[in-house]
């Protein structure tokens, strides 16, 4: 930092940079620090945003970009298995062991921060002088090509590595019915790297290395760029020169890394109502600015550009934790609340709650499920066409790859894990459903919904229908009334829309045959569905409520 601080003083500091002291030695200072702040894996990551916070090097970084001087060309094949790379190149370097030690533990940082343990990004990091520019990214057979891989002392075949070397069988899931291996070549074909597996011990960073080349695969373009800039610009702070490398893919180029970042306007009015001060716009672009943001200032708007290694930042609340932080904890002041007041229950919780009491007294069992579901269990088992839905880019499993937008999926498929169980079987949950809603910053909508089933040889129409009544009753809706629903996943002439004031509130009726086949139930299931958050208007409508 060029600057000496005494323990408590740089243990202070870490606590102001949003970190936990954890332990201090007098060799070092143990520290965590949290996974939204990937730019904190290195320490010139730590030491930048520290001279930032003591004032010693205020505002946007200023980093250099030699424009490309050689590319990597992308083969077509790897679109189906690993489909996009980004690279740079780093110059002027001498590694030593210390600074090796450091590259490592960022990398793998970075591989479980934003790679997801290697499936969504994995980073390679190479000594330049031993290889040939230009590079390709292929897709290869598993017994297509053979080199060291780190960790070995012979070559081996990309298939005997996946099932002998220590990586392949850790990770080698990554790469499962792949028909084909991503692999990276220079222009004599020596092999880089078999991402996201290993890297090639040729080209192993040693005490003394001078230039490296990077390369960062994986599934989500974003997430590389960002990953690229973390890494070139931690590199530049260790005194580093960066090079862009030119990535060629099929009808279209780009260099990496890029450091165009996005501008955002704050309003100054918006910062104080959030912090519950009285910020000038100058001591807010002062904050931020310590911060390490490019600060303009507009009136009563401020002009905010975050550096690249900023990918934490997702909404302008992000900008006013930072002023927090560039204002330093120490200086916000707690005050008493100037006004007495007394906490009660939300309206939803008061209805969630008697909803609940009503189900429980009806003899009902509650039942909780998840949020996110698959399109197959929402729709294709359901036997209904495919409704708008929020759907998950980079899933865990394949089983959770949409946010739900009915509750009835859920409750057929806890039926179908309890087909070994005592009937009949009745449960119930009250549970929120997502619905997109491009109106609302969030996009989506998230609604209470209550769905029920009965599952036993007698279960009827008359049956679901009497619930329905009761909880109605309960809820003091006095007129509503029933219309056909002659739709999936009901039985025709067997179920019917709720309606309030015009308005559907719900749906019941006895689940078609081919349902109950689809999810393997044998007895018949009546089902209810009711629209909590649609009743809760005609409930506490009134404005004084």
């Not at 003091?476 to 996943?489: A, F, N, R």
């Amino acid at each position: 930092m060029g600057k000496r601080l005494s323990d408590l003083e740089l243990s202070n500091l870490l606590h102001n940079l949003g970190m936990d002291v954890e332990e201090v030695s007098t060799e070092f200072f143990r520290v965590e620090y949290n996974p939204n702040r990937p730019d904190y894996s290195s320490l010139s990551g730590i030491t930048r945003a520290a001279r930032g916070l003591l004032g010693i090097e205020v505002g946007f970084p200023k980093y250099r970009l030699t424009p490309p001087k050689t590319y990597v060309k992308v083969d077509p094949n790897v679109e189906n298995i690993r489909p996009y790379i980004v690279g740079a190149i780093v110059r002027g370097f001498n590694l030593d062991s210390d600074k090796i030690e450091e590259l490592i533990t960022m990398q793998e940082d970075l591989h479980w921060i934003l790679g997801r343990d290697r499936r969504k990004v994995a980073i390679g990091l190479h000594n330049l002088d031993v290889l040939k520019p230009p590079f390709r990214y292929i897709a290869a057979k598993g017994d297509e090509y053979s080199f060291t891989p780190l960790g070995s002392w012979r070559k081996m075949t990309l298939n005997e590595i996946l099932e002998k070397h220590e990586k392949g069988l850790k990770y080698g899931h990554l790469l499962t019915d792949k028909p084909m291996y991503p692999l990276i070549l220079d222009s004599r074909g020596e092999v880089l790297s078999f991402p996201p597996i290993i890297n090639s011990a040729l080209t192993e960073l040693t005490s003394g290395t001078k230039n490296l080349f990077i390369d960062v695969t994986g599934l989500d373009l974003d997430a590389l760029q960002k990953t690229l800039n973390i890494l070139t610009t931690a590199l530049h702070d260790m005194g580093g020169r960066i090079e862009q490398v030119k990535i060629i893919y099929p009808g279209k180029s780009m260099a990496t890394p890029n450091y165009k970042t996005k501008k955002w306007r704050i309003n100054v009015e918006y910062v104080n109502s959030l912090l519950g001060l009285n910020l000038s716009p100058l001591e807010i672009a002062k904050a931020l600015r310590r911060m390490r943001h490019g600060v303009k200032i507009s009136g009563k708007t401020i002009i905010v550009t975050p550096p690249p290694y900023r990918v934490d930042i997702m909404h302008t609340v992000d900008f006013v934790e930072d002023v927090a932080m560039g204002l330093g904890y120490d200086s916000l002041e707690p005050r008493q609340p100037q006004v007495l007041t007394y906490g009660k229950y939300h309206p939803a919780t008061k209805i969630e709650e008697l909803v609940r009491e009503v189900m429980l007294g009806l003899g009902y069992t509650e039942v909780m499920n998840f949020t996110l579901t698959n399109a197959v269990d929402e729709y294709e088992k359901m036997a209904v066409k495919h409704a708008l839905h929020v759907k998950l880019l980079n899933p865990v499993s394949s089983d959770y790859t949409i946010m739900r937008t009915w509750i009835l999926p859920s409750l057929m498929k806890t039926l179908s894990h309890n087909r070994g169980s005592l009937y009949p079987q009745k449960i119930f949950e009250i549970g929120d459903v997502i619905e997109p809603d491009p109106s609302l910053p969030e996009r989506a909508a998230r609604k209470m919904r209550l769905g029920c089933v009965s599952c036993h040889a007698e279960a009827s129409y008359s049956e679901i229908k009497s619930i329905c009544e009761e909880i109605l009753r309960n809820l003091s809706i006095g007129e509503w009334k029933l219309k056909p629903y002659d739709q999936p996943p009901f039985i025709e002439g067997r179920a019917a829309k709720i309606i309030v004031n015009s308005a559907e509130v719900g749906i019941l009726g006895e689940i078609n045959p081919q349902v109950l086949e689809n999810w393997e139930i044998t007895f018949p299931v009546a089902a209810l569905e009711l629209y909590i958050h649609e009743i809760m208007h005609f409930m506490i409508g009134n404005k004084e409520h």
